[in-house]
């Protein structure tokens, strides 16, 4: 069992963060011309994925130590 539990904490996962949508359509997606400036809001609070499934809720993101980061609130 010790060794499973070692393989499962050294399996590479991938971890994604949607910060934001852009709705449009496809003709304004075709008009865009260099210099184009698309705004985009991006919510306080994300949700990370774990290979595509909702697993972490962060509540702040940023830059730490020159890499991208999320925070997030350890359970009590």
Do not use: C, W
Not at 48 to 61: E, F, N, T
């Amino acid at each position: 069992m010790r060794v499973l539990s070692q393989q499962v904490q050294l399996a590479e996962v991938e971890v994604t963060v949607d910060l934001s949508e852009i709705p449009s359509s496809f003709e304004k997606l075709l008009n865009l011309r260099a210099g184009d400036v698309l705004p985009i809001d991006i919510p306080a609070d994300v949700t990370a994925k774990i290979d595509g499934v909702p697993a972490v809720m962060a509540y702040g993101h940023g830059i730490f130590n020159g890499q991208y980061a999320l925070a997030h609130a350890q359970d009590d």
